[in-house]
């Protein structure tokens, strides 16, 4: 049983979830409260590695992360094939699920409560930390549960960018590959038990959120 694999799997979740709770909120709460001509461009950049093949969002991650690329050039720094590419990876591929659901969430908030709030002396960040976040924390919570469930299955991008290196970048579905290539069968069926347990758990979680906010909308 490969529980190298496993626990490298929940340190890349965990680690893509922080990086995806932070920017896709911030991603949200632009997109929900911005009047910005070309938003829509901005909300499809955003949602395409949802669309896109995994090969193809790898080989943009290879092109950011890579030798000739950004990354090295201004700072100095090759993440490629180690297992913080596997997490920028699944940041890239659960961003969108955060940003959609946080932005539903965020824009309905009655606009009326977060104006009574300025006319109590609330700054605009005050308006946002005590009255949009807690009013959309449901909808918020939804999608970053969502996000981390999309980044613990992450394979695609991640073979690309991190390689399958047992013991440094092989994640539990890079491992469940490995598994069945070599016939370990009852390897690969503990992993994908495991992987689907928490998947179901996740999804789980999400359904009884989203019946809680339809029976009281207004807690």
């Known amino acids: 049983m490969n529980w190298t694999a496993i626990l490298l799997s929940i340190q890349v979740t965990l680690m893509a979830t922080i990086g995806v709770l932070v920017i896709g909120l911030a991603l949200a709460l632009f997109l929900a409260r911005i009047r910005l001509r070309g938003k829509i461009v901005l909300e499809t950049l955003i949602n395409l590695p949802l669309v896109l093949p995994p090969t193809v969002v790898g080989y943009l991650l290879l092109i950011v992360l890579g030798r000739d690329g950004p990354l090295v050039r201004l700072f100095d720094v090759n993440l490629l094939f180690t297992w913080q590419a596997a997490v920028i990876a699944a940041m890239v591929v659960a961003m969108p699920l955060m940003a959609q659901a946080a932005k539903a969430a965020i824009e309905s908030v009655?606009?009326?409560?977060?104006?009574?709030?300025?006319?109590?002396?609330?700054?605009?960040?005050?308006?946002?930390?005590?009255?949009?976040?807690?009013?959309a924390r449901r909808g918020i919570l939804a999608g970053l549960v969502?996000?981390?469930?999309?980044?613990?299955?992450?394979?695609?991008?991640?073979?690309?960018?991190?390689?399958?290196?047992?013991?440094?970048?092989?994640?539990?579905?890079?491992?469940?590959?490995?598994?069945?290539?070599?016939?370990?069968?009852?390897?690969?069926?503990i992993l994908v038990a495991i992987l689907s347990l928490l998947s179901f758990a996740s999804l789980l979680a999400v359904n009884h959120m989203n019946r809680r906010a339809e029976t009281r909308p207004n807690a």
């Open 110 to 135: 009655d606009p009326v409560l977060e104006n009574a709030a300025r006319t109590l002396g609330l700054n605009e960040f005050e308006v946002v930390w005590r009255v949009t976040l807690p009013l």
């Open 146 to 189: 969502l996000a981390s469930a999309r980044a613990l299955g992450e394979f695609g991008a991640t073979l690309m960018v991190a390689g399958n290196i047992p013991g440094r970048t092989q994640t539990a579905p890079l491992a469940i590959y490995d598994a069945v290539q070599a016939g370990r069968w009852m390897d690969a069926n």
